[in-house]
Nanobody, 123 residues
């Protein structure tokens, strides 16, 4: 079992930045692909960013490319999402998730999930 705990999100003005972290316990994340997904009211959950188990490859959803950066520190069993130039349309509940494997894919089917953290971007 893997337990994932996201850091607190928050309210930020458009154009601002926020860094989310996700700390894992129970197992080492070294064999897991990690993802950040989000769900806005009335919308389906979408994969925002993902990173391979080694950290060597990443994926970003088109709307966040150039603004968000996913990274991981396997020694600390932690994954991060740096969000810059935030827009009101980034408002959502953000989830950290872990999927057994090494290669990034576009799936939203992950094995373990955090509880989610609210990010609200005001215009």
């Amino acid at each position: 079992q893997v337990q994932l705990a996201e850091s607190r999100g928050g309210l930020v003005q458009a154009g601002g930045s926020l860094r989310l972290s996700c700390a894992a316990s129970g197992r080492s994340l070294g064999n897991f692909v990690m993802g950040w997904l989000r769900q806005a009211p009335g919308k389906e959950r979408e994969l925002v960013a993902a990173i391979s188990s080694s950290g060597g490859s990443t994926y970003y959803e088109d709307s966040v490319k150039g603004r968000f950066t996913i990274s991981r520190d396997n020694a600390k069993n932690t994954v991060y999402l740096q969000m810059n130039s935030l827009k009101p349309e980034d408002t959502a509940v953000y989830y950290c998730a872990a999927r057994w494997g090494s290669t990034v894919t576009l799936t939203t089917r992950y094995d373990y999930w955090g509880q989610g953290t609210q990010v609200t971007v005001s215009s």
